[in-house]
């Protein structure tokens, strides 16, 4: 996978990420999710920076698996570095949960201001 590149500061910041089934290679459809969340942390660490909850955002579309994220505030103060995230979807009939198996690489670097 890519590794995203974002400003430390920046509140702005958003990612799109499609959720496809490794076995198909066809698009999960998430409007059969109660929730979509990515969980962020440094790289190396154990410790939860943010939880962001997943949206159809202005270009999203549950239907063919594609979720946004927004960052909003939670990049202020974080310093430069390499962090990750995780997606998980739980299921809107049993709530069973499913983690997405590909850990999502983040390089954050200094603002210029």
């Known amino acids: 996978m890519t590794t995203l590149l974002l400003v430390e500061g920046d ?3 958003q990612i799109q990420a499609t959720i496809t089934r490794s076995d198909t290679g066809s698009a999960v459809d998430l ?6 969340v990515m969980r962020f942390r440094k790289e190396f660490s154990s ?3 943010a939880t962001l909850t997943g949206s159809q955002g202005s270009s ?3 239907a063919s698996g594609i979720v946004t994220f927004d960052f909003g505030s939670n990049l202020v103060g ?3 570095g390499e962090y990750e995230g995780e997606i998980e979807l739980t299921n809107s009939g049993d ?3 499913e983690t997405v198996f590909e850990v999502i690489k ?3 670097r200094e603002d210029f201001g």
């Open 95 to 97: 709530s069973t949960k």
């Open 106 to 108: 983040f390089i954050i």
């Open 31 to 36: 409007n059969n999710t109660s929730s979509v």
């Open 47 to 49: 410790t939860l920076i």
């Open 78 to 80: 974080l310093a430069a």
């Open 60 to 62: 999203g579309d549950f």
């Open 11 to 13: 509140t702005k910041a």
